[in-house]
């Protein structure tokens, strides 16, 4: 069964650039999380998707963060315009359903740099 | 909303024994991972529990205790291998039922020979 998908793996960008990062979570997987993980930190929800719907974006700077999931699979996490506080790992997750021991399955990540 | 501690750092040596604990506070309960993240690399799902009580998968097993708000992750024979961030992540019902997957802040785990 394939994982996660998430690229691109690296991107470097100076500040006030945009950038966006996609997902492609594991087949028939309906919830979708997207998480930023800052450097010794543990990873902190910016945004679920419960098929094509948000479920929760309470943490989301959504001033310069959006995020879409148009067809219910594929995602995309954008940040315009990006700071240097935004540098972190991107992390994707899927899991079966929103309930339950349904653990999340995780994607590589996107190390994002801002300069 | 949630609040889950860890301990930040760890050290044991191989071939030993090391708990690693955690705490959380949440709304609604609805369940307790454990996840293991070495460096540069993706989560991946250790251990879950819903009921109090233990579970035991081979080295690692995972303890729950719902009404003190309290897990821990115990690691036997370490090996080197085991050197890595420890997760501790709680799904909590929040505003509607099965939301919020949120982790603590980690535990690094050092295992020396």
């Known amino acids: 069964e394939a994982g996660v998908a998430q690229s691109p793996r690296y991107k470097i960008i100076e500040k006030r650039q945009s950038v966006a990062f996609w997902c492609n979570p594991i087949?028939?997987?309906?919830?979708l999380y997207w998480y930023q993980q800052i450097l010794g930190q543990g990873p902190k929800l910016l945004i679920q998707?419960?098929?094509?719907?948000?479920?929760?974006d309470s943490q989301l700077p959504k001033d310069r963060f959006s995020a879409e999931r148009l067809k219910g699979v594929d995602s995309t996490l954008k940040i315009q315009p990006a700071k240097l506080e935004d540098s972190a790992v991107y992390l994707c997750?899927?899991?079966?359903?929103?309930?339950?021991?349904?653990?999340?399955?995780f994607g590589q990540g996107t190390r994002l740099t801002v300069v | 909303g949630q609040n889950i501690d860890q301990p930040t750092e760890m050290t044991a040596t191989e071939g030993a024994i090391v708990q690693i604990n955690c705490t959380y506070q949440?709304?609604?309960?609805?369940?307790l991972f454990w996840y293991q993240q070495h460096a540069g690399e993706a989560p991946t799902f250790l251990s879950y529990?819903?009921?109090?009580g233990l579970e035991e998968k081979g080295r690692f097993s995972s303890f729950l205790s719902r009404s003190k708000g309290y897990s821990y992750l115990l690691l036997k024979e370490l090996q080197m291998k085991d050197s890595a961030s420890y997760l501790c992540a709680v799904r909590d019902k929040g505003l509607n039922y099965g939301q919020n997957f949120v982790f603590g802040p980690g535990t690094r785990l050092s295992v020396l020979p």
């Open positions: 997750a899927s899991s079966l359903e929103l309930s339950g021991n349904t653990e999340a399955f």
């Open positions: 949440t709304s609604g309960f609805n369940g």
């Open positions: 087949s028939g997987h309906a919830t």
């Open positions: 529990n819903v009921l109090d």
């Open positions: 998707f419960q098929n094509n719907g948000v479920v929760d």
